[in-house]
């Protein structure tokens, strides 16, 4: 079974908190694992990607974290702005596939 | 340098009725890839295409059909459109020969069956 589950489904964070949002995947020949941001009205935009053979990528204020072993991978937006307020969609792909999680609706509170 | 570009952007249609979605990849993209996305959920995938061939298909019906160009442009074709159709159809380019990696979407066409 190929799926990509996402927690949690909605999320609300002070200005200046952190947003931690997770994903777990079931098939072990994924070896790409992307976060999407996606605003009202517009397709998906690569936020942040991770490569199974490191545990932690960070770029600005995104941070991915991976568990090879558990499977997992979260993202973590520190010092959340305002303007963070968008779904997010992790997915995990392989050769030719791709496959996306739920999505976690964030919502940055002024 | 033109992103993916889709249109059209919204459109309205009956039960039974067909529809066709077009797709331009971003320049020196090859490999096209359409997405279905409900109120809500995260995007599905329903078909990718390379050299003009489908290559991967999702877990969708024949009543979605596609094409793609010799300039790879592509093309959705939904027949018999039931009411669950009603989604938002992205349409996403890769770089050439990738197998994996970033996805360039679209900004989607907005279905409504009613």
């Known amino acids: 079974q190929q799926q990509v589950k996402q927690s949690p489904q909605s999320l609300i964070v002070q200005k200046g908190g952190i947003s931690i949002i997770n994903c777990a995947y079931e098939?072990?020949?994924?070896?790409?694992f992307p976060w999407y941001q996606q605003f009202p009205g517009k397709g998906p935009a690569l936020l942040i990607a991770?490569?199974?053979?490191?545990s932690e990528k960070k770029e600005g204020r995104f941070t991915i974290s991976f568990n090879k072993s558990a499977k997992q991978f979260s993202l973590h937006i520190m010092d959340s702005q305002p303007g963070d307020s968008a779904t997010y969609f992790c997915?995990?792909?392989?050769?030719?596939?791709?496959?996306f999680g739920t999505g976690t609706r964030l919502k940055v509170l002024a | 340098d033109a992103g993916v570009t889709q249109s059209p952007t919204h459109l309205i249609k009956t039960r039974g009725q067909q529809v066709t979605l077009r797709c331009s990849p971003k320049?020196?993209?090859?490999?096209v890839s359409w997405y279905q996305q409900a109120l809500g959920q995260g995007p599905q995938f329903i078909f990718q295409?390379?050299?003009?061939?489908?290559?991967q298909r999702g877990n969708f019906p024949d009543r979605f059909s596609g094409h793609q160009f010799p300039n790879y442009s592509s093309e959705l074709n939904v027949n018999a459109l039931l009411l669950g159709d009603s989604a938002l159809y992205l349409c996403?380019?890769?770089?050439?020969?990738?197998?994996?990696?970033?996805?360039?979407f679209g900004e989607g066409s907005r279905l409504t069956v009613l």
């Open positions: 996403a380019s890769r770089p050439n020969g990738r197998r994996t990696g970033e996805l360039f």
């Open positions: 991770i490569r199974p053979d490191v």
């Open positions: 295409y390379y050299e003009e061939e489908e290559r």
């Open positions: 997915a995990a792909s392989g050769t030719y596939k791709y496959i």
């Open positions: 098939n072990t020949a994924f070896d790409y």
């Open positions: 320049s020196g993209h090859d490999t």
